[in-house]
């Protein structure tokens, strides 16, 4: 309920704190509500997914919708290791499901 009111008491201004579900780090949300292996490709619990929606959209504050959150987009497919490439102009490090 503090969270939806955002009236944490080390929070000055109530619109000052930033209300995001997933943003480009780690899982993406479709992940977390996922029936199977932390893989939204497979199955995901929709109701869930619309509760959490609900509730970051009726939060007090500024709000963050990543591309892609309102279509159900995932990670499944990332690795969970880290993989570095080389290219002529450097190394490109792909982080995996914590980073993509």
Same mark, same amino acid.
């Given at each position: 309920?503090?969270?939806?009111?955002?009236? *944490?008491?080390?929070?000055?201004?109530?619109?000052?704190?930033?209300?995001?579900?997933?943003?480009?780090?780690?899982? &993406?949300? &479709?992940?977390? *509500?996922?029936?199977?292996?932390?893989?939204?490709?497979?199955?995901?619990?929709?109701?869930?997914?619309?509760? $959490?929606?609900?509730?970051?959209? %009726?939060?007090?504050?500024?709000?963050?919708?990543?591309?892609g959150t309102e279509m159900l987009r995932s990670k499944g497919a990332a690795?969970?290791?880290?993989?570095?490439?080389? %290219?002529?102009?450097?190394?490109? $490090?792909?982080?995996?499901?914590?980073? %993509?």
């Amino acid at each position: 309920m503090m969270g939806l009111m955002n009236s *944490f008491s080390e929070e000055i201004d109530p619109n000052r704190g930033i209300n995001y579900l997933d943003i480009h780090d780690n899982w &993406a949300l &479709a992940d977390r *509500f996922s029936d199977a292996d932390w893989d939204g490709r497979k199955h995901v619990d929709q109701a869930g997914v619309r509760i $959490a929606a609900t509730l970051l959209l %009726t939060s007090l504050g500024p709000l963050v919708i990543h591309g892609g959150t309102e279509m159900l987009r995932s990670k499944g497919a990332a690795p969970l290791m880290e993989i570095v490439k080389t %290219t002529s102009s450097g190394d490109l $490090a792909y982080h995996g499901k914590r980073d %993509t």
